[in-house]
């Protein structure tokens, strides 16, 4: 995985989609001085059963910010689109496009949007929409003729800085960072934050449940990149 860059933006659809794989990696990172943050398409008010809307976005959004203090990132914003009906569009881009002149990064971060998450195991819908934006978003800071009104009224420029698109969780995976055991420590209690969002999801304790997928996470390619530990991303040059 490149090394050479200094700030990161990492673009997911929901609360929770960096804990779920990627946090590790970002833990390397910050450790090392490098600037990363998060955007989150929605505030994941969809995503808890027993909860209203309202009350699970209030909820999502807290334990997003208390999960990204965990791996070192500072700057979490939410842009407030539907969650569970995210649309894929020009409006998204637009959104995402605007962040990127914003933020200005070297490398953009998002997960997995391709159909499924390997053989059967169909993709949601939000991921698909995101991850897709976040590609098509990338070309769309860099060119001036694209939303020149963010440029008219944002006091921002083009941005055509990102050399590249890392996927997470792709089952097509090209590049892997190795990660020690601080930044798997960092993952676990980054994912244990989510603990209305655990809670509902498994009777396992949220400790336990966020040690036992984390480290499996990091476990997972290890045979394939060099028997270390590690995360995996699909990147896209540009």
Not at 161 to 189: C, I, K, L, Q, Y
Request: include cysteine.
């Amino acid at each position: 995985m490149p090394g050479d860059w200094e700030r990161a933006l990492a673009v997911v659809a929901h609360p929770d989609d960096m804990e779920y794989g990627a946090a590790a990696a970002v833990a390397e990172w910050t450790a090392e001085g490098k600037q990363v943050a998060y955007l989150m398409v929605t505030r994941g008010e969809a995503g808890i059963d027993g909860l209203e809307p309202a009350e699970s976005a209030r909820v999502r959004e807290a334990e997003q910010l208390a999960s990204a203090g965990k791996v070192g990132v500072a700057s979490v914003e939410f842009l407030d689109h539907r969650d569970g009906v995210i649309e894929e569009g020009v409006p998204l881009r637009r959104d995402i496009a605007a962040a990127v002149r914003k933020w200005r990064p070297e490398l953009l971060l998002t997960i997995n949007h391709r159909e499924t998450w390997g053989g059967t195991a169909w993709n949601t819908p939000d991921h698909r929409a995101v991850g897709r934006a976040v590609l098509d978003a990338a070309g769309d800071a860099g060119n001036r003729w694209i939303f020149p009104e963010q440029l008219e009224s944002g006091g921002v420029g083009p941005w055509s800085g990102v050399r590249w698109v890392a996927v997470g969780g792709s089952p097509e995976p090209t590049h892997a960072v190795a990660v020690g055991d601080v930044a798997v420590e960092r993952a676990v209690a980054s994912l244990a934050e989510h603990r209305a969002y655990i809670a509902a999801l498994s009777d396992e304790p949220v400790e336990s449940y966020a040690r036992s997928f984390t480290e499996w996470i990091a476990g997972l390619a290890a045979e394939r990149f060099g028997g270390r530990r590690c995360v995996t991303f699909e990147l896209y040059p540009r």
